[in-house]
């Protein structure tokens, strides 16, 4: 019986790396090229938005990565550094309870309203 030690791993790495360099690639290649026809037929800001999905497709430091990040630079007249989200992605604290208003309680209390009943 032969010993089938670590070919699922062996799997899994081949399959990650297909992922990573091909897969990904081709990804990128079909926005690229989307964000071309989009441009020539008078639509900017699609095509920016491909560019940059493209972009962030790419392998990191690469020229295609540079010339897609380029070109959506190029559309939206905006640093590269300002195509994310824009603040934090946590939620803003907000307390259940309001806050403390001496005005609204003494308002509030019972006593204020005795003289009207």
């Given at each position: 019986m032969k010993s089938?030690?670590?070919?699922?791993?062996?799997?899994?790495?081949?399959?990650?790396?297909?992922?990573?360099?091909?897969?990904?690639?081709?990804?990128a290649?079909?926005?690229a090229c989307a964000a071309q026809r989009d441009e020539r037929n008078g639509f900017p800001y699609t095509a920016a938005m491909e560019w940059r999905k493209?972009?962030?497709l790419f392998?990191?430091?690469?020229?295609?990565?540079?010339y897609s990040w380029r070109k959506w630079e190029r559309i939206m007249?905006?640093?590269?550094?300002?195509?994310?989200?824009?603040?934090?992605?946590?939620q803003a604290y907000c307390p259940l309870a309001p806050a403390s208003r001496?005005?609204?309680t003494?308002?509030?209390n019972k006593d204020s309203f005795?003289?009207?009943?």
């Open positions: 089938r030690n670590g070919k699922n791993q062996r799997t899994a790495v081949i399959g990650a790396w297909w992922s990573a360099n091909v897969v990904l690639s081709a990804s290649f079909h926005y493209a972009a962030e392998p990191s430091k690469t020229r295609a990565a540079e007249l905006l640093p590269r550094r300002l195509a994310g989200p824009v603040g934090n992605s946590q001496p005005a609204m003494k308002a509030l005795a003289g009207a009943a």
